[in-house]
Structures are given as structure tokens and as C-alpha cells.
């Protein structure tokens, strides 16, 4: 039955025992009619006039309401909850006056380098699949050859058939098996014409039995080895594409870009007065002289995806939502993002749980659900991956699914350590090298996740760990949550750390932290 029909018939059950509605009493109705059935209300109602003995024939507002707040608390909670946010509002617009941000006096410099949003076309066609590894493979193997030690790799593993045996030779593939028995390593690795099997002998140094034991599946990687009779490699090193050794780019001016994701706004779990605070901190309204004096310099505020909860993202989570309609969860999200400075440049990506589609590349939060995100307050809304230059230093932007999956396949990374799963990300120079596990990935014509640019910050959410580290002149963040622990992390043993904020002095890529918990 829809939500109108159940209307009418709470309407006539109410006519028929012989009451009437006024028209506020009516509206509440059909507010509250997705939690709660509204014949059911008007049961407990005149069941409620009838043993007090009431003689009155209309049925208002404030009868249904008492009625329902005993029944369901949680409509209520909500409703409280947005008042909260509202209320903050006061606050902050009274509270202005001794803060003199440093960052008003700069005009932001943000230049977008790569989106995703506009560029989607993919239908799901099998060719579109094969031109999508195509694509895959050929970028990963130009940077790869733009490495010193393979420039003298051999141009195809067909050309490998034909060199002569106990020849020493380099060659690219994608590793499509990776067996290990008894202390030795059988790979296979395919080009876009064939394949060979690849041996990681008992004997190889243990450098080298990591490396291949470490391999992903679907990464591309050059092969230095030595040929047998029957086109047999014998493996003697693993090069990845990496990032070589480089000094990253660094603002002019002492502006900071602070990093966060993964609010799950609408989650009965959603941090909302720790990420209330976090608000009034960016207002310069609280914490220490210290932290305002930050504040002062936040100039970017970039949020790397799940900003809510969303709906029907994963089994039985409508018991652990507290605002159970999308539309309303970025209308409570917007109500906070409104309340940031005006002269703070906000970018914002989408994750898992927004309004999106759910394969990558996700083109930017949809308009139609996110609206009220559009209308309060302008935002600087990206596809994920993307890329953005901000006061010159490039930001690589990318929510962070796949690290679930490389947690799950590298034997020596867990939940707890997403930094080393970036690490390897850009070791492997693709964002999702792991084809086929649970990152959708749709087959575009051209392979946005493959990490052509070496970025200066790489940024990313999804695992609820905060945590940084510096590799190779980049800086890698994972920028935590705004989300208590779920039950569903419980079972799995992960351990989140919300409410914990990094934040990047764009002038030294130097990292400080402040926590709102
Ligand atoms: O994911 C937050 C983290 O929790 C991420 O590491 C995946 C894990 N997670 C959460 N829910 C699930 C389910 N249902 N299956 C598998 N893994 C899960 P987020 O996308 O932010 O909820
Ligand atoms: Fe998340
Ligand atoms: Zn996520």
C-alpha cells in the first residue's frame, strides 16, 4: 500500500468510529507516515480518548503526536537532531566577532585536473570490457617503461617464444595466476596477445619471494628473468611502475587543506556533536588559542566521500539508520556544510554510500538526491578519482574501496594500516588493481583509476583508520571517519578512529592533527 493510501484508510477508520481530523493533525499523519502506519496511530488514539472517557469528537496534532512519541521515539530524535543543527546557527553567526582568519585575506587557487563526471559512458557491453583492460594495460605498461631499469624490455611475451634458451630478457604482463607450493612462486602473466608462466624458484632471494608472494591479482608489473627451453621464465627481479623518489610541490602562502570523509550522515552512529564542534572549530568558535590560530588557515576542505549513510547499501541497515530517506540525509548533511566559513573552498567527492552510481569511476553526487547539498552553500563537487590542484600542490582524490580489497589480498596489511594499502596502490600506479573482488569498476573506454600523475597529496576515506605517512615525496592521508564504531565493524575486528582531523600546511606538506573526540 502507499504511503497516500494508508493515509486515506487511517483517515475513514477515524470517520467511521465517528471522529473528525483537523487539517494540522492531517499533515503530521503524512509526515510521519513512512515510520510509522498512520491507521495504527489512529487506533491507539481514539483507543486512548475512549478509556479516558473523552467526549470529543476532533482528533488534533497534539493528541497523534504524544501518542507517536511513545511509539516511536526515533522520528523524534531526528526531528530533535535537526533543531540542533539549526540552533547551532545562532551560535555561530553571534559568535564571529574576535576571529580574524588569515586565510579570508587569500584568494583560493584550485584548478581541476581530472574529473571523471562529464567523461562516463559506459554501457556493459563485452567489448566495452575488453577495451577497458586494453586501455588498462597499455597505460600501465608506458609507465612502466618510462623506468631506467626497463626501457630495454622486450615488446611483447610473443617475442619472448622466439629468444633463444638461457636468454636474459625483460618482459611486461599482467599477472592473471599466482600459485605457491613448497617455497617456490608460479606466476602467469599476460600481454594483450599471450601468456606465460613465470617461476619464482626455491633458491630466489627472499626480497624476491616477498615481492611476488605480495603480487595482486590484475597488476601490471615487468618480469626480469631468465628463459628456459620451454618457454619457461625463471624469475630474477619484480619491477613495479612506482613512483620514483621526487620533491612535491608546495603552496607560496601558509594556507592548510584540511582532510576529512566518511561522515555517514543519516547512521545512528554519525558523530554529529563531535562533527558539530569540528564545524564551530572551522568558525574559529572552538578550542584553544592554538587550534583557532589553525583554523585562521584553513583554506580547502576537502571530504573524500560518504558524506551519509545512504540507503540499502549493505543488508539490515535500515535498524542502524536514524533518517532513513537519502533526500533527508544530505538535507541534514547541507544544514552543517552551510555553517562552514564562507572562504573556505570546499571539494567534494563521492564515496560508496552516497548518491551516485556505485562501479568506478563514480561521477559526482547526483543533483537530484544531493540537492540540498547544491543549494545551501557552493561546493566544488568531483567524480572520484579526481584530481585538484589547490595553491599548486596536486591532491589525488579518491574514496578508497579497493584498500578493503587489498587489506584482503596482501598478507602483511590490515584494516588498521590503510597508509600501506596506498602505499602499494601507487606502487602498483592503479587505483584498483584487484579486477573482480568487491570494487565494481565499470568499463569505460578509458581507465580513470590507472594513476597517471604523481600527486603530491594522494587523499582517501572508506576504511574509518586515520593515518598518514610520507612515501617518497608524497604524502598519503586516509582521513579517517565521523562514524562510531557499526556493528558490522565490530564483527569484522575493525577498530575506527573518528573524529580525529589532519590537517596539511600546503606550504611544508607537513601534517598535524586535532582531535574532536
Ligand atoms: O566502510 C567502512 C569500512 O567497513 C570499510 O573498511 C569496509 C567495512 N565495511 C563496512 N560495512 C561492510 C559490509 N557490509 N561488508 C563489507 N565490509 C564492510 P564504509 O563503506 O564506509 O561503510
Ligand atoms: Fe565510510
Ligand atoms: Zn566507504
Not at 113 to 127: F, N, R, V, Y
Not at 286 to 314: C, F, P, S, T
Not at 425 to 445: D, N, S, V, W
Request: glycine share 4%.
Amino acid at each position: 500500500m502507499s504511503e497516500n493510501e494508508q493515509l486515506k484508510q487511517a483517515i475513514e477508520y477515524a470517520v467511521s468510529a465517528g471522529y473528525q481530523l483537523d487539517l494540522e493533525a492531517f499533515q503530521f499523519l503524512s509526515t510521519i507516515a513512512e515510520k510509522e502506519n498512520p491507521t495504527n496511530l489512529m487506533e491507539q488514539a481514539i483507543k486512548y480518548l475512549r478509556d479516558k472517557g473523552e467526549k470529543q469528537v476532533f482528533i488534533g496534532k497534539e493528541l497523534l503526536e504524544k501518542i507517536a512519541k511513545e511509539k516511536v521515539p526515533s522520528f523524534f530524535e531526528e526531528q530533535e537532531k535537526v533543531a540542533l543543527a539549526i540552533s547551532e546557527t545562532t551560535v555561530i553567526s553571534q559568535a564571529k566577532k574576535r576571529f580574524k582568519p588569515l586565510a579570508r585575506e587569500i584568494p583560493s587557487k584550485i584548478k581541476v585536473i581530472e574529473d571523471p563526471t562529464d567523461k562516463i559512458s559506459a554501457t556493459g557491453e563485452l567489448e566495452e570490457y575488453l577495451e577497458y583492460f586494453r586501455d588498462r594495460f597499455n597505460r600501465l605498461r608506458k609507465i612502466l617503461l618510462q623506468r631506467m631499469d626497463t626501457r630495454d624490455a622486450v615488446n611483447s611475451i610473443r617475442s619472448a617464444y622466439s629468444a633463444s634458451p638461457n636468454t636474459r630478457l625483460k618482459i611486461i604482463g599482467m599477472v592473471t595466476e599466482k600459485k605457491e607450493t613448497k617455497q617456490k612462486i608460479l606466476l602467469k602473466i599476460e600481454d594483450l596477445d599471450t601468456s606465460i608462466t613465470v617461476l619464482v624458484p626455491r633458491n630466489a632471494s627472499r626480497q624476491l619471494m616477498e615481492k611476488a608472494r605480495l603480487l595482486l591479482h590484475d597488476q601490471v608489473i615487468c618480469v626480469s628473468a631468465v628463459k628456459l627451453r620451454n618457454n619457461l621464465l625463471i624469475a630474477e627481479d619484480i619491477i613495479f611502475p612506482d613512483i620514483p623518489q621526487r620533491t612535491p610541490k608546495k603552496a607560496s602562502e601558509p594556507v592548510y587543506a584540511v582532510l576529512i570523509s566518511d561522515l555517514h550522515v543519516g547512521s545512528k552512529t554519525f558523530l554529529r556533536e563531535e562533527f558539530r564542534n569540528f564545524i564551530l572549530w572551522l568558525n574559529g568558535k572552538y578550542g584553544n588559542a592554538k587550534m583557532r590560530e589553525i583554523a585562521g588557515q584553513v583554506k580547502y576542505l576537502v571530504v573524500a566521500g560518504d558524506i551519509v549513510d545512504g540507503i540499502g547499501v549493505y543488508p539490515e541497515q535500515l535498524k542502524e539508520l536514524l533518517i532513513p530517506d537519502i533526500y533527508k540525509q544530505y538535507e541534514l548533511a547541507s544544514m552543517f556544510f552551510e555553517q562552514i566559513p564562507d572562504y573556505i573552498e570546499v571539494i567534494v567527492i563521492p564515496g560508496n554510500h552516497d548518491a551516485s552510481r556505485k562501479a568506478l569511476p563514480q561521477p559526482a553526487l547526483s543533483r537530484e538526491y544531493a540537492e540540498p547539498l547544491y543549494e545551501k552553500r557552493p561546493l566544488k563537487m568531483l567524480g572520484n578519482p579526481a584530481v585538484v590542484e589547490l595553491h599548486g600542490v596536486e591532491f589525488l582524490l579518491y574514496h578508497g574501496r579497493s584498500i578493503d580489497d587489498v587489506v584482503v589480498s596482501a598478507p602483511n596489511i590490515s584494516f588498521q594500516q590503510p597508509e600501506k594499502a596506498m602505499r602499494l596502490l601507487l606502487q602498483c600506479r592503479h587505483l584498483a588493481p584487484i579486477y573482480g573482488a568487491k570494487t565494481p569498476i565499470a568499463p569505460e573506454t578509458k581507465d580513470f583509476l590507472v594513476i597517471e600523475r604523481i600527486p603530491d597529496v594522494f587523499h582517501s576515506g572508506h576504511v574509518h583508520v586515520m593515518k598518514y605517512e610520507n612515501y617518497r615525496g608524497t604524502l598519503l592521508v586516509n582521513s579517517g571517519t565521523w562514524q562510531e564504531k557499526t556493528l558490522f565493524q565490530e564483527k569484522m575486528g575493525l577498530e575506527p578512529t573518528p573524529g580525529i582531523v589532519p590537517i596539511v600546511n600546503l606550504q611544508t606538506l607537513e601534517v598535524q592533527t586535532i582531535s574532536f573526540i
